[in-house]
């Protein structure tokens, strides 16, 4: 049987225990988060399920009975959720995705967000509830239910996850891997330890899933290329991370390339593409998901065309700008088109931005939307410069 037939059977397995525990539902099962949808609730399957694929056959209807009653090891105190909080580090699209995937289920939007920490641009830390049978994301309502403030839980959760005991194994000299596989492995990017490791120059992640991190160091060519093939099957797991490098500085991590000559740039280039991509196209298909599951009022921005991020031939990230209500990506080069069929004029983000950025409206939102509406559009004159100043001088 293959991956996604097991994973389904195993899903089957939880809902049917599910209906004979009597919890309401109904239940549906969501393959791409590997989730189950109930009422005012996402079953994560994932933490259990690993455990279920390395358990003998007898233990295995225990596993996914467990599910019928989450209660029986759901923290009851303040004192024991303070105990069993950890970080989890997450892509910060993700966060997003929670909030538009919980109005589908809840009618609430755009609700609370998650408690949550920026660690990069693109990634977040957020709180879970950790138990060896299970994990379930802490909310707002959960923190409010023990009298539990923001700052409290951040402080227990990071306490909690440097008392257990992990450490780092040398893949080789200079290139390191977290080695623990218990969940928490991206989440060690936030320790002291991960920024201490013998490394050629400023370290440099990749956080490729919860329980792959691989780290090495910014002047370490060979090793950042070994990273590179080792971090690529990890990032082809279920439920992997944003393919990004990491360098750690003076004000944390951020994203980093090799630089400009270097024949790793291309390789990386394509991770960056790759996650920038899936971030905003992702996005894109859940609102329109919700748009059409909830109807009016959906959200703040219903009725507006959601331009696709996508890539040329050279690398370069592009959308396409009609003259319709439009939420646009943040690109390198935007192809504007005025007429259906007709020709598109290709402009740099940053001379558009100069040129028309008064009509242009920046979002409060991640990742970053315009908004820009058919009065905005660039006149005739204005697409006249553009395609003259893309012209070679003769």
Excluded at 36 to 53: S, T
Excluded at 185 to 202: E, I, M, N, P, Y
Excluded at 231 to 260: I, M, N, T, V
């Amino acid at each position: 049987m293959d991956e996604a037939k097991q994973r389904r059977a195993f899903a089957d397995e939880v809902i049917a225990n599910l209906q004979k525990s009597g919890r309401a539902g109904p239940f549906t099962y969501n393959a791409q988060h590997f989730e189950i949808e109930a009422p005012n609730e996402r079953i994560v399957l994932g933490h259990v399920y690993a455990k279920f694929r390395d358990a003998p056959a007898a233990a295995r209807a225990l596993l996914t009975q467990h599910f019928a009653d989450p209660r029986a090891d759901a923290p009851r105190t303040r004192d024991e959720l303070l105990a069993c909080i950890r970080p989890m580090l997450r892509d910060r699209a993700w966060l997003e995705l929670f909030a538009i995937e919980h109005r589908q289920l809840l009618g609430e939007f755009p609700g609370e967000p998650l408690p949550h920490a920026l660690v990069s641009e693109h990634h977040v830390v957020t709180l879970v509830a950790w138990n060896p049978q299970s994990m379930a994301t802490v909310t707002q309502k959960t923190l409010r239910e023990f009298g539990v403030s923001e700052q409290e839980a951040f402080a227990a959760a990071g306490e909690n996850l440097r008392s257990i005991p992990a450490d780092f194994r040398e893949l080789r000299r200079g290139l390191w891997a977290s080695a623990q596989e218990d969940d928490f492995d991206a989440s060690r990017l936030l320790t002291k330890r991960a920024r201490q490791l013998g490394v050629r120059g400023a370290p440099v992640a990749v956080a490729a899933n919860r329980n792959a991190l691989f780290i090495t160091g910014d002047a370490d060519e060979e090793n950042l290329e070994a990273l590179a093939v080792v971090a690529d099957k990890e990032l082809r797991e279920p439920r992997s991370l944003a393919p990004l490098l990491l360098r750690y500085g003076d004000e944390g991590w951020a994203p980093w390339l090799p630089p400009q000559g270097s024949k790793l740039r291309p390789r990386f280039r394509g991770w960056e593409l790759k996650a920038a991509i899936d971030r905003y196209n992702q996005q894109k298909a859940a609102l329109e998901e919700l748009e059409l599951r909830v109807g009016a009022g959906a959200h703040a921005l219903e009725g507006y065309f959601y331009a696709s991020l996508q890539h040329d031939d050279r690398g370069e990230t592009f959308a396409l700008w009609f003259p319709i209500p439009t939420l646009l990506p943040k690109c390198e080069v935007l192809c504007i088109r005025a007429e259906e069929n007709g020709p598109i004029v290709r402009v740099k983000w940053d001379d558009a931005l100069a040129a028309v950025g008064d009509r242009m409206q920046k979002l409060d939102a991640y990742p970053e939307r315009w908004r820009v509406e058919p009065e905005g559009f660039p006149t005739e004159a204005e697409l006249q410069r553009f395609e003259t100043a893309r012209s070679p001088a003769p």
